[in-house]
């Protein structure tokens, strides 16, 4: 029993021990600046200030330390202390930084206003909240200025193309450089003749839920940092992490479920005089609602010492076509980002991903043939018959005279199997080692350096059915590709800042290979 209570009286006091550190931070004119990063030097504990420009850092423990109050545009300060409470900052504004910092993702920092590079940043995070986006091209559609996102296909999982300004076009090489998490990733688009060429792009593998933030860097200027591609443009996704700023977990879950509704309108209208048109309304024998169901979970915390961010998302999206067999996307994503104060000099990041998603299409957009094309055209007798299939003349062929749902009723559209299985993973490794910390000559040295990898397999099925008469293929033939990338890249760099009086300075190499 004795051992019980010593034991209770220890547990009580260490729970004490800890605290909460709070306060605000301003400019010099005593306006609160919002988002001003607040960390606790060392480790990776931290916070950012709120619209009243006040932070708060739970459950660190007594004793001195040391906090770091950085905000663009103006001048860090630093200040040691072992008070927890009105932890009063009033930033200066910095002159010779107006220019606005930015973090690449590779390692290397460039000054907008020296390197002549037009940014643009989306705060993806805040747009998931209130909206469910079935991949990455929704998140940018309107959002960011001088980039203009086009689909390839209007398809579920359709490709995607980036026309950025100042960039070299669209097509093939000239599209801009891709970054996940500081390495370079494939963004290229697959696609058949079987389907009217219409094509899927790979970044529909990347689950928006996860994405933080999305930086696009325009104009030639950001071939100095990422070689000739990014003369085109280069995109730098930033996945969530874990926060530090609580030493309780956070836990979130969260279910959607929407309808997309397909065309239910007539198709075409006519006068009301005689003309030997058919104006039967049969849109919706072509035309169905499209279901989606989204289940999506994260897990995110953190210490001073590990920051984790876990996830899994499910979902599944049917297209808009009567045949849902044939039209659908089901893609499944796991996430883990842990980031690792490894030593009191040496922090360790890990980012991981990895996708399953399954695409079909039907014949569609791009081909004369296809379901789309046909129902523009005007028919000449009636346009399904009473069973609500197509109609044949006496030898049972399909009639073809100005039928504008033929290759449309639900055995056509199943006739041509497209289906495409994309096995994903993307993942990297990096550090951050300040061997100096302590010296006041050196602290500003740091060595970094990442190793990713970026690894695809796509299995590509495509079937014909041979009685449909455009079919050529004889009965149970089938056609499959296989296609298999892999990259990798490897980076590491060398900085040293030094700061003395008014003066700034920072070095930085840094070697790439991919």
């Known amino acids: 029993m004795k051992n019980s209570i010593i034991y209770l009286v220890i547990t009580s006091i260490s729970l004490y021990a800890q605290s909460t550190i709070s306060g605000t931070v301003t400019d010099e004119s005593g306006n609160p600046l919002i988002g001003a990063n607040v960390i606790v030097e060392g480790t990776v ?8 420009g006040i932070f708060s850092i739970n459950y660190i423990p007594e004793g001195e330390y040391t906090l770091v109050v950085s905000y663009i545009g103006y001048k860090k300060q630093l200040l040691t202390t072992s008070d927890t409470q009105n932890l009063n900052f009033i930033l200066q504004q ?20 020296n390197t002549e590079v037009s940014v643009s940043r989306l705060d993806a995070s805040e747009l998931s909240e209130t909206n469910s986006f079935s991949d990455m091209s929704q998140l940018l559609y309107g959002k960011v200025a001088g980039v203009d996102i086009r689909k390839s296909s209007g398809n579920v999982g359709g490709g995607w193309r980036f026309d950025v300004r100042a960039g070299g076009g669209l097509n093939g090489s000239e599209q801009p450089v891709i970054y996940l998490d500081g390495i370079r990733i494939d963004n290229a688009e697959y696609n058949t003749s079987f389907t009217g060429g219409q094509g899927f792009s790979t970044l529909a593998d990347l689950n928006p839920e996860d994405i933080e933030s999305i930086e696009v860097l325009k104009g030639p200027a950001g071939a ?13 996704i930033t996945t969530k992490k874990g926060r530090g700023l609580d030493r309780k977990d956070g836990r979130s879950f969260s279910m959607k479920y929407k309808r997309i509704q397909g065309t239910n309108e007539p198709s075409y209208k006519f006068s009301t005089e005689k003309d030997g048109y058919y104006t039967a309304d049969d849109i919706n024998a072509v035309l169905t609602p499209g279901d989606i169901s989204q289940q999506y979970f994260s897990i995110l ?9 876990i996830s899994f998302d499910d979902r599944y999206e049917e297209g808009i076509t009567v045949e849902k067999d044939n039209n659908y996307m089901d893609r499944k994503t796991a996430r883990l980002n842990l980031d690792i104060v490894a030593a009191k000099d040496l922090t360790i990041s890990v980012s991981s991903n990895y996708s399953h998603n399954t695409l079909t299409a039907p014949m569609n957009d791009n081909n004369i043939f296809g379901w789309m094309a046909n129902t523009i055209y005007s028919p000449r007798r009636p346009v399904l ?16 005279d100005h039928q504008p749902y033929y290759f449309t009723d639900s055995a056509s559209i199943a006739g041509v199997k497209y289906s495409a299985l994309s096995k994903r993973f993307l993942g990297s490794i990096g550090l951050n080692y300040r061997p100096f910390s302590d010296s006041k000559l050196l602290n500003g040295f740091k060595i970094t350096g990442r190793i990713g990898i970026d690894d695809s397999h796509i299995r590509e099925d495509n079937t014909y059915r041979p009685d449909l008469f455009y079919s050529t293929i004889p009965a149970g033939s089938r056609y499959s590709s296989v296609r298999q990338n892999q990259e990798l890249s ?9 700061k003395t009086g008014s003066l700034n300075t920072n070095t930085s190499l840094t070697t790439q290979a991919f």
Request: aromatic share 10%; hydrophobic share 35%.
């Open 385 to 400: 018959d009473a069973d609500g299939n197509n109609t044949y003349d006496a030898d049972s062929n399909m009639v073809l």
């Open 301 to 309: 915390g953190g210490s001073p010492s590990l920051n984790y961010y």
């Open 45 to 52: 504990v931290g916070a950012a200030t709120d619209i009243d």
């Open 94 to 113: 910095d002159v010779f930084d107006i220019g606005q910092v930015v973090v690449t993702g590779i390692a290397s920092e460039r000054s907008i206003g």
């Open 224 to 236: 100095t940092s990422y070689g000739t591609n990014g003369s085109n443009g280069v995109v730098i």
């Open 490 to 498: 490897y980076e590491m760099g060398v900085s040293f800042g030094y």
